[in-house]
Each structure stands twice: as C-alpha cells, then as structure tokens.
C-alpha cells in the first residue's frame, strides 16, 4: 500500500500543472538574437548587415517584388506587401515589425518605398514556372517579415518574448514552416489574429497554437478537380490570457520540438501538447516571424480597408536551443546528493535505486530525460517532498 501511495505521488509530480517539462539546463544555446548593434538591411540580398565586430548575420527580410510570393496566398485573405523598410532595427535594441495603411484609393500592389527592385507603382504581375499571374489587386498596406537565413532549424527549444499589437486585421505569427516529401506542413509556435481569438473572441487576450498539415504541398485550394486536397489543423487550442496582462505586455511564447513529442509554452507554463508522433515533422524547417494584415482590416466584401492605422509587432529577443545529448550514458541514482549533483541531458537509462531510502532535497526543480527507461525501485522508500517541482520524462534521443 505505502508503494501506490509513493506511486501516485510521483505521477502526481510529474503531471502537475505546474510541472514545466522545459528548462534550460537540459539545453545548450545554440543563438540568440537581442537585437542590439547598428544593423541595416543590404539592399540586393535583403540580408541583415553591420560593421560592429564579430557581427554575424542571422536574417533576412522580404520583399514583395512579385506575388503570390511574400504577399499572400491567396489575394481574398492577405492585403499587405511586405517591406524591407517595415522590418525595422531600433536603437532600444528591439526587433520592430511594423503594418501600416498606405493607400486608400489605388491599391499598392508592390508599391517600394526604398527602391530596391521595383519603380515606385510598379505591379505585382510575374510570369512563375509558366503561369501568369495578374496584379494583386487588394494590397493597402506594408508589413515586415523576418526569417532566418540558415533554414535547417530541427529539433530543440524555440523562443520569443514580444509584444503583440491588437486591432482589425493584425495577424502576428512566430513559427516554423517546411517541405517533407510532397507535403507542407507548420508549427505555429503562437498565431494572432481575429481568427485565433476563439478562447473569448477577445484579440488583446487571446491567441492560437498548433500544427498545420497539407498533404499537397502548397496547394490549399480544394476543388472539384483535387477533391483529395485536405489541409488540417492539428493538436491547435486557443489559449486565453489574463485581462490585467494582456498580450501587449511582454511575454514569452516558447516550443520544445522533440521527434515524438511537441510541447508549447506561454510564460514558461505549458498549455498544449502532442505526443504522437506521426503528427509531428520530422524534417528540417524554417523559422519566420511576420506581420501580414488579413481580412479583419477589411469591409464591404473585403474591398475596401476599414482599418487606416501603424502599429509594431516589438521582438524582444529569440532564443534557439539544442538538446543536450548523452544517449550511451546508464545513470545510476543511488542517493539524495545524487539529484542535487545531477548531470544532464537525455540518458540511455536512468535507475534510481532507493534500496536504502531516498528522499529528494526540498526546493528541487529537477527534469530527467532517458531514451530508454527511468526505473524506481522502492525497496527502502522513495519519498517526494511537497513543493518539489519532478519530471520523468521517456523520450527519442535526438540526433542532429
């Protein structure tokens, strides 16, 4: 009997609510970005540049010079072109995607306000793999974009703390987005938008994260012709935050991205996760942070803007980690010093032998990850404190 009892206590411990199945010890920094130093835009490769020493470029910016690229999927539900000049660098050390209303009788098509490719007024028609596609006529609006020059982002932790606008038509985003075999598929760390805000329909509180899934590559538009095509969302919740902290105060949204196991964070609390497998990419991704303007900024069938603002998506810093690795080690844990002295990452087994009695240390905040199996043998007693924060967690090792 005494057995159950320390049994359910420790499933107990590990399903707690606020149990956090992340931390940074279990990680190594592979970058971050705090966004400080004199940066600029390079006005041919859209790469980030600077003279400060040491400095090493990590994104680029878009630029709208023909769409359906970088403007929208689909001219009915996206209304912006983005701009380098809307991704801006700030003297505060802060990352300022900006969206603004720029035009209210002609559509800007691929308006450029820097010159860069295109004359001003020049339109977004381009001839693409054979097809031609005519101008977008419903783009009233710049916004900014960023994504990482390096696209083979995989398994690990992702993080960001921001600060997101809120009125019609915002449409914030930080995510993950890639090409398995003949598929497209998405792992919105958090989007926000009017659409994501079903927790209470309130934007200021309310946001999205998930999975998204299309078996067809790129092509979302389902028709009598494809009736196979079927994009999904998958594992997404609506997560709903609290008014007097509402989501234009800083935060921090965060992913852990495991082969068989993805868990979203908000504040460092989990609130969503998927522990199938199958449902997970298993392939290298990229990881974009934009800005675009969507239908809520619209009226009147989406003719015609209603929303005639400038606001700022404010980043922070991101953050990107690498799970520590130490998949040949069988750890043995013989006594309570042992859990204060804990080495980590993911071992191949972990066995924690209490044929003497162990009790871990109060104040202990400690996850273990095996690959293969944690074993508890309670010959002598194994006894979880109240207050101890404990995760067990089985696993894949990651290999990179």
Not at 50 to 74: A, I, Q
Not at 119 to 134: Q, R
Not at 193 to 213: E, L
Not at 314 to 330: A, G, P, R
Request: aromatic fraction near 14%; include cysteine; charge should be negative.
């Amino acid at each position: 009997m005494k057995k159950l009892v320390l049994l359910c206590l420790l499933l107990m411990t590990v399903f707690c609510v606020k149990a956090q199945i992340y931390d940074t010890r279990n990680y190594q920094l592979l970058w971050e970005d705090q966004f400080t130093g004199n940066r600029s835009w390079n006005t041919s490769t859209f790469i980030e540049q600077s003279n400060d020493p040491g400095f090493v470029p990590r994104w680029e910016c878009k630029l709208s010079e023909y769409w359906p690229y970088y403007v929208t999927t689909n001219p009915q539900y996206t209304h912006q072109a983005y701009q380098p000049n809307n991704a801006r660098f700030g003297s505060d050390n802060k990352m300022r995607l900006v969206a603004e209303y720029k035009n209210s009788i002609i559509p800007l098509e691929c308006d450029d306000p820097l010159g860069y490719i295109l004359p001003t007024g020049a339109l977004c028609s381009t001839t693409y793999n054979g097809t031609y596609y005519p101008p977008h006529g419903r783009v009233y609006y710049h916004s900014g974009m960023i994504e990482t020059i390096d696209h083979s982002n995989w398994y690990g932790y992702y993080e960001i703390k921001c600060q997101l606008p809120v009125h019609d038509g915002e449409s914030a985003a930080f995510w993950l987005y890639g090409h398995g075999p003949s598929t497209y598929e998405e792992i919105d760390i958090f989007e926000h938008s009017q659409g994501d805000s079903h927790a209470t329909g309130n934007m200021a509180t309310d946001f999205s994260c998930g999975i998204w899934y299309n078996p067809d590559s790129t092509n979302y538009e389902g028709d009598s012709i494809h009736p196979e095509i079927c994009a999904h969302n998958y594992y997404k919740r609506y997560v709903e935050v609290a008014e007097n902290n509402d989501l234009t105060n800083e935060h921090v949204f965060g992913l852990e991205w495991l082969p068989d196991r993805l868990t979203w964070f908000f504040d460092g609390n989990v609130i969503n996760d998927c522990a199938i497998p199958d449902s997970i990419p298993q392939h290298q991704m990229n990881l974009r942070v934009t800005h675009p303007v969507d239908n809520g900024a619209m009226w009147f069938f989406n003719l015609f803007p209603k929303w005639r603002g400038s606001d700022e998506f404010v980043i922070d810093y991101i953050k990107v980690y690498k799970l520590i690795s130490d998949c040949e080690t069988d750890l043995y844990i013989h006594s309570a010093n042992d859990f204060v002295n804990y080495d980590y990452g993911v071992k191949h087994s972990i066995t924690i032998d209490s044929s003497n009695g162990i009790t871990v240390p109060s104040n202990t905040n400690l996850i273990m990850r095996a690959e293969d199996s944690i074993t508890i043998t309670n010959n002598g007693g194994f006894t979880v404190p109240l207050g101890v924060d404990l995760t067990l967690m089985v696993h894949s090792c990651v290999e990179y």
